[in-house]
Structures are given as C-alpha cells and as structure tokens.
C-alpha cells in the first residue's frame, strides 16, 4: 500500500507517521529525515540542502525527486510506504504514482506556529517532543537514548512563518490534484486516538 500523508509543518504527520509504519509494517519515508541526513554526513548535497531548508524554502524539485526515488528503489518500498513530507509541490505530485490513500492533517495555522516553536528534537535518535504536550521526564534529555535535545534551525520563529507561507502556496495545491484520493483527518486529538481512527480507515472498519 502506497500512502501519502500531506500537512502544514507541526501538523504531527511525522509523529503519526512513525506510528502507522509500525503497525501497518511499512518503511516510513521522510524527505526531511533523508535531507538531514545528507546533512549531518556532510554529503556532496549538504550545502545545497542546508541553503533551502535553514531559511524554510523547499529543496529544488530535481534534487528532491532524485534522492526520493533512490530511497524508493531499496527493497523494503517494495511492498509500499508511507511518504511523510513528499510531494510538497505540483511538480513532485506530477512525478510519482498515484498513491492509494492520501491522508491530509488539516490544523489550523496559530496551531502550528504554537507547536513549532515548542518542538525540540533528541540530536541522537531524532525523536520529537513537545514542550507543551509531549515533554521529555528529564529537562532536554530524551527519555529513550539520554541524547541532548535541540531545537532544529528552521523552528525558529522567523522561519516558521516563512515555512507556513511555503506550504499554503506550494503544497496545498497537490490536494486538489489527488482528488478523491484525499480523506481529512482531525490533528487536534491525542496522537494514539488519531492513529487509531487512521487504521480504521485504512482497514476499512466503521469510525465511530
Ligand atoms: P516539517 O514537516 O516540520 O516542515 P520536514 O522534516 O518534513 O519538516 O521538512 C523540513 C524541511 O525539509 C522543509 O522545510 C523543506 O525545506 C525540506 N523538505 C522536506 N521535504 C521536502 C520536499 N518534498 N520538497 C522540498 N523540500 C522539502
Ligand atoms: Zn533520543
């Protein structure tokens, strides 16, 4: 199964994301992970990366499509994924298969300026949390690895707004590309309930 999740940055896709892939048992696809990787290893597209993603514009369609598709070639994509955070614009919805099921994260934007510029991330194992809800046990320790937590460049508060921009006019369009392949989910709920009522959709279960 081929899904594509599609929200404003802080929508809690990646959170839900993580999850569904646990239980649907399908590898988890973050083009934002994938970038950050290129940068932390300082590979010959770090720079480039690191002058789009700091200032919170989107990587080159061309350069984000051909690391995408190589990471979709691997062996465990066979049996399909679950794409967090790609295609974000028309041109990357234009060059992929139709997906199954596109799920949108539809969250109202005081929201994600507010869970944005209290998000803070484990700089070893990548986890997320929340300062206002999620709150790690130790102040700035994450309660899996003891890693330090960060607040990632492109979550200070300048670049949050410019982020939002991006998103109204670059990827909200692609929803009306997928058509009725897109189904509305709530964000404002609890991560574990939300997750739920995605697997009831997927398995095609009655929501109540
Ligand atoms: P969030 O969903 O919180 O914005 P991501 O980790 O998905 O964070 O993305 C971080 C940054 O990586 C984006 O702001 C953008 O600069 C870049 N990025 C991620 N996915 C794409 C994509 N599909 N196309 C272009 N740039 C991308
Ligand atoms: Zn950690």
């Known amino acids: 199964m081929k899904i594509v999740l599609i929200g404003g940055p802080g929508s809690g896709k990646g959170t839900r994301a993580k999850h569904m892939a646990k239980h649907l048992d399908l590898p988890h696809i973050s083009t934002g992970d994938i970038f950050r990787h290129h940068l932390e290893n300082k590979t010959e597209h770090a720079d480039e990366i690191k002058s789009f993603i700091d200032f919170g514009n989107l990587v080159p369609d061309s350069l984000t499509i051909k690391l995408l598709k190589k990471r979709l070639e691997e062996d465990d994509c066979k049996i399909g994924f679950i794409l967090d955070g790609f295609p974000r614009t028309m041109e990357q919805a234009k060059g992929m298969d139709i997906p199954e099921h596109v799920l949108f994260f539809d969250c109202h934007e005081n929201t994600l300026v507010d869970r944005l510029g209290n998000r ?9 949390y929340n300062l206002k809800g999620q709150r790690p046990k130790v102040e700035n ?12 460049e492109d979550d200070k508060e300048e670049v949050i707004r410019d ?17 009725n392949k897109v189904t509305k989910f709530d964000t404002g ?4 309930e939300s997750v739920e009522e995605i697997l009831k959709f997927l398995r095609k279960e009655p929501v109540v």
């Open 120 to 128: 803070l991330m484990c700089q070893d194992c990548k986890h997320i």
């Open 163 to 179: 982020r939002l921009k991006v998103y109204k006019k670059q990827t909200e369009p692609v929803l009306d590309f997928f058509g």
């Open 189 to 192: 709920k609890e991560v574990e």
């Open 141 to 152: 320790k994450c309660d899996g690895c003891e890693g330090d937590l960060i607040q990632r």
